[in-house]
Structure formats: C-alpha cells, structure tokens
C-alpha cells in the first residue's frame, strides 16, 4: 500500500528526520510538509494525503486546533499528534478532535510511528 502522509511541525528538522525515516523505511510517499497547523489544513484541501503527522505545540495554530479543522475536511485522514508532551488527558483530547495516537518524541520513533500509521490505514485504506 502506498500511503500520502502530510508531515506537520514548526521545525524543519524535526520535519526533515520524520521525513527521511519515513521514506527509507517504507513504500509511503511524503506528499508535503507544513510549518504550523493553518498550513497544515490548506494542505490537507491541496494535497489530500491519508495520514496527517501533526506537532502539538505550533504557531499560528496548534496541533488539535488543526486536526479538528482537518477532520471537517476530511473525515477519513488518519491523524497522529507527534509531541513532547504525552499526558492521558492529552489522548483523551486529542481523540475527540479525531487523533487517533498520541506518539512521544522522546520515544524510539521509528517503529511505533511506522506500526500506528500502517494499522490505522490499513483499516481505512485496505489493499484491492
């Protein structure tokens, strides 16, 4: 399956890193990248990617702000929050405006990033 990620986050390394890790490691193709979530939520309009990776702490907007927006637009993107700051009261907001995980930056990345968005999209996006 060739998933369209959008990668959001206001630095461009953080964007960059998730970026390479991401197409190395799989078949996906990085469709865009966006430095806040107003761009985000243009984007997702523009470039219409399946799965969203969103920071939560942005200007302009922050990542739940964005994903509810994003949501409206497009109820089937799978969305994960990609932050510092992992709290159960964080995953519980973050679910009701459509995240669906809540994924540590201080975490090993790599395969819990790759595994939640292969599980979301395969069952939103099954193969024909």
């Not at 630095?11 to 991401?22: D, G, K, P, Q």
């Not at 523009?46 to 637009?73: C, F, H, T, W």
């Not at 995240?99 to 790599?110: A, L």
């Amino acid at each position: 399956m060739s998933l369209r990620i959008l990668i959001v986050d206001d630095s461009a390394t953080i964007r960059n890193l998730v970026r390479t890790f991401i197409e190395s490691n799989t078949e996906w193709q990085v469709c865009g990248e966006a430095e806040n979530g107003r761009v985000a939520v243009e984007k997702v309009s523009e470039l219409k990617p399946q799965a969203v990776i969103l920071d939560l702490s942005m200007p302009v907007m922050n990542g739940l702000d964005a994903a509810r927006e994003i949501a409206r637009i497009d109820s089937k993107v799978q969305m994960v929050l990609f932050t510092m700051h992992v709290s159960n009261e964080l995953r519980r907001y973050a679910e009701a405006v459509g995240i669906k995980d809540v994924i540590s930056k201080s975490e090993k990345i790599g395969e819990r990033l790759i595994g939640t968005l292969r599980a979301l999209c395969a069952r939103e996006f099954p193969a024909t």
